[in-house]
């Protein structure tokens, strides 16, 4: 990495005159967020656009775009706006935090504050479990509840954890990620929420309250009254669907390089194992989480693959993928 760069890496960014979403090799500096455009596996420079984080403000999580939960909000001192999507949670939680950082630079109390996190949490009086419940299904302002797959089972209706966490902090009901998964828990133990899935149902098993939850990508949710389950039968599962049923291990923003063309485009690639599947999805176009009706645009099985890095050329790092 550079000097003096606090951070670099791709993220998906929304245009200022036509609202389409765009992948962009982004560098963070102490006092500018830099965008570039990525040519033939290599950044165009000068950049593509800056952003100045003097006076910026910062809005994460931001839930203005239903099918977008992972962006980030920056409003510059002259009110101009940027949406920027992450490819996971962690990466969009810490753009957040070394952006944050880099806008209170010169304030070394409020980047202290960036490390604290509260140990202990209690509901405020005037706020009732079922008024959060209520909120949580209002139509308009309420989590999305949507068919979310597991190790190809079904589950409609259901969220995931921390797609609520997101909601429970953007509406203030908690202040930071721990605050929210200790209401979580909270909601469960209360019966308004039950897991479903083998992964959320597991981590009930747990003697601490506040580990019942995950606020986590994989874990599934639902309200209590309204938990359905559909599971194919084995001998109607499609080989698309074993290819997507394996156990997400990894996923992010990678440069790939066309097989024909040889043009290169910035794509999301999700390596799944048991069955080991590498596939890669538009970023501009998929939402998030990656569910049954977001087709990858491509894929291929891992098995007797082999893989080999070559020289760096430039943004990012280059691997070769041969197949069986």
Not at 68 to 80: C, E, G, H, Y
Request: charged share 25%.
């Amino acid at each position: 990495m550079e000097d003096g760069v606090l951070k670099e890496g791709f993220l998906v960014k929304r245009g200022h005159i036509v609202h389409n979403w765009k992948a962009r090799w982004f560098i963070l500096r102490q006092n500018t967020l830099l965008y570039y455009k990525l040519e033939g596996g290599r950044k165009v420079t000068p950049p593509k656009g800056r952003i100045l984080l003097d006076g910026c403000t910062i809005t994460c999580p931001c839930l203005e775009y239903e099918n977008r939960p992972l962006l980030i909000k920056l409003k510059t001192r002259t009110s101009t706006e940027y949406f920027l999507e992450a490819c996971s949670r962690e990466e969009r939680d810490a753009w957040a935090f070394e952006i944050t950082g880099a806008i209170h630079a010169g304030q070394p109390g409020k980047v202290q504050q960036l490390h604290i996190l509260k140990n202990s949490f209690k509901l405020p009086p005037h706020i009732s479990l079922h008024r959060i419940i209520d909120k949580m299904r209002d139509s308009s302002s309420g989590i999305r509840s949507s068919p979310n797959m597991e190790q190809g089972s079904t589950y409609k209706k259901s969220f995931i954890g921390s797609s609520l966490v997101d909601w429970l902090i953007s509406n203030s009901f908690a202040a930071n990620r721990l605050e929210a998964v200790t209401l979580a828990s909270m909601l469960m133990e209360e019966n308004f929420l039950r897991p479903v899935g083998t992964r959320s149902v597991g981590a009930i098993r747990s003697g601490d309250l506040a580990e019942q939850f995950l606020d986590d990508s994989t874990a599934l949710y639902t309200f209590a009254e309204s938990y359905k389950k559909e599971i194919s039968p084995k001998e109607e599962i499609s080989l698309s669907t074993m290819e997507l049923s394996g156990t997400v291990v990894k996923q992010g923003y990678l440069a790939k390089q066309g097989h024909k063309r040889k043009n290169w485009k910035v794509r999301r690639f999700v390596l799944r194992k048991d069955p080991a599947f590498l596939h890669y999805y538009d970023p501009s176009k998929v939402s998030y989480p990656l569910q049954e009706e977001n087709r990858p645009v491509g894929g291929f099985s891992l098995r007797g693959s082999l893989v080999s890095a070559l020289e760096d050329n430039g943004i990012p790092a280059v691997s070769v993928l041969t197949g069986p």
